[in-house]
């Protein structure tokens, strides 16, 4: 852990508790030019008295505001609105990137290369086209992908 110094002024009940996201991040910050220092407190400690009233004065004045939880609602509600163009324009990157991760290609001179079926990647080339080792990476892809499906929308209810 970074700056070890900075946790000889914490108790030690806060001392022996595991670091949390929020102070990583704040211990990547310590020292670097530009950072602007606002770090974790400590959990057992009461809030000084230097941040309690401009806080509360932010709060009688409505200066502060909850976080949307779920995301900005103009955001939510565009890619709602524009779920299926989305999709589209999404589909066409893919389809337009296939010709760069086609797994079975041949130069044909000035012309480029030639996307192949794999018998014709054979013949044009005289390597194994590694159909298997294709298939079964393209399965495990897939295989990702509705895992992570399943889990975000598990992960949401």
Excluded at 19 to 40: C, E, H, N, Q, T
Excluded at 71 to 100: D, K, Q
Excluded at 133 to 145: E, K, N, P, R, Y
Aim: charged residues 15%.
């Amino acid at each position: 852990m970074k700056n070890q110094s900075h946790l000889l002024s914490i108790t030690r009940p806060a001392q022996a508790e595991p670091d949390s996201g929020i102070v990583k991040a704040a211990m990547y910050g310590f020292g670097r030019p530009g950072v602007i220092p606002l770090w974790a407190g400590e959990g057992n400690l009461p809030t000084p008295e230097a941040f309690c009233k401009p806080a509360a004065e932010s709060l009688l004045k409505g200066e502060t505001f909850y976080t949307w939880q779920r995301g900005i609602p103009e955001l939510r509600e565009a890619l709602a609105r524009y779920h299926a163009l989305i999709m589209a324009h999404l589909t066409g990157f893919l389809l337009g990137s296939l010709p760069l991760l086609w797994p079975w290609q041949a130069d044909n001179g000035q012309l480029g290369r030639e996307m192949l079926l794999p018998a014709g990647y054979l013949a044009a080339s005289g390597r194994d086209p590694q159909i298997l080792a294709c298939v079964l990476l393209m399965v495990s892809g897939f295989t990702i992908v509705l895992l992570l499906e399943y889990l975000g929308r598990k992960h949401a209810s």
